[in-house]
Structure formats: C-alpha cells, structure tokens
C-alpha cells in the first residue's frame, strides 16, 4: 500500500510539474509570438513587393524599349500610381493573413525545437535593450550597404545592365533602339492593364 501511495504521489508530482513547464513553455511561446509581430507585417510587406517586383521589371522594361522619352516619365508616374494602388489593396490581405496563421504555424516549431529554458535566453535576447536597437537599425544597415554597394558598382553594372537589356530585347524580338523602332510581328508587347 505504501508503494502505491509513492508512486501516486510521484505520479501526481511528475503530472504537476509536467503541466507547470507546459504552461510555462506556453506563455514564453505566447510572448515570443507577440514580440514577432512587427517581423511578421515587415514579412508581409516583403511578400506584397516580391508579388510586384516581376511586373515592375516588365513595365520598366517597356517604358525605356518601347514609350518615347519625352512621355516616359508620364508614363512612370502613371505605372507608379497603379504599383501604389496595388500595394494599399493588397497589403492588409496579406498583412492579415500572415498575422492569423503566423501563430499555427510557428508554435508547434518553437514547441518542438526549442526548451523552456531556450526559449527564456530568447526572450531575454528579443526584450532586451540591444536587440531592439539592433532591430531598429538594421534596416539603416541594410540600405545603407545596399547603397554604398550599388555606388561603388554602378560604372560596372550599368553596362552589363544595358548590353543584358540589347541582348534579352534582341532575343525577344523586341527593338533596341530606345523604343524608337516600331514592333515587329511577335514582338514584346505591353504589361496587360488591370
């Protein structure tokens, strides 16, 4: 009877303990999801622009082969406005989105991959004064490496750039010239309007 009465008691105390770390585990997952909010919209966006990014490449590609040059910029102001009414249409779809399956999606990883205490030095690292300001300048480092990049690389990319925009407009049938040339049969054609 004695042995019983321990294991029970064990049992009990191995149940207690088991469901405190649960919960534990549960609550730092929660506040993990939480401190990743801001990630997850930046995320979002991302997705919004990668979505356009192929359509962008198409438009400019039309604009300096095939609009003159004196009604490009018109031109581009109007494509820019349409690229801005597809962003604010598009956004908070995707925005809402990522923000309902985000947490389906990421707990059961966490849950898995990660201990309790793992998942407090995490949420000492997220909550802590360095990482925030680490958060807020990395894009500042990003652009500003990106920047720098692009700078020093310029009188070497932009001939490649041009001779890849002949040789692509060439493959494709399409004019080289600026846009003076008219279209040929079977030639680029434009982006579809919406």
Do not use: C, H
């Not at 793992?118 to 807020?136: D, G, H, I, Y």
Request: charged share 25%; hydrophobic share 45%.
């Amino acid at each position: 009877m004695k042995q019983l009465k321990r294991i029970l008691l064990a049992t009990a105390l191995a149940s207690a303990a088991t469901a405190g770390w649960a919960q534990d585990k549960a609550t730092l997952v929660k506040q993990f999801l939480d401190v990743q909010k801001p990630a997850v919209e930046l995320m979002a966006r991302g997705i919004v622009q990668s979505t356009s990014d192929p359509v962008a490449a198409a438009a400019s590609e039309y604009l300096n082969t095939r609009v003159a040059a004196d009604k490009r910029d018109a031109a581009a102001k109007a494509a820019d406005e349409e690229f801005r009414k597809y962003y604010d249409a598009t956004f908070p779809i995707v925005r809402d989105k990522a923000a309902q399956v985000f947490p389906g999606v990421v707990t059961p990883i966490l849950e898995q991959d990660f201990t309790e205490d793992e998942l407090k030095t995490l949420m000492a690292w997220l909550n802590s004064p360095v990482s925030r300001k680490f958060a807020e300048t990395s894009g500042k480092m990003q652009q500003a490496l990106g920047q720098k990049i692009v700078g020093d690389l310029r009188s070497t990319l932009e001939p490649k750039v041009e001779k890849l925009n002949v040789d692509v407009a060439k493959a494709i049938g399409a004019p080289t010239d600026g846009g003076q040339a008219a279209p040929r049969s079977g030639g680029a054609k434009a982006p579809a309007k919406k």
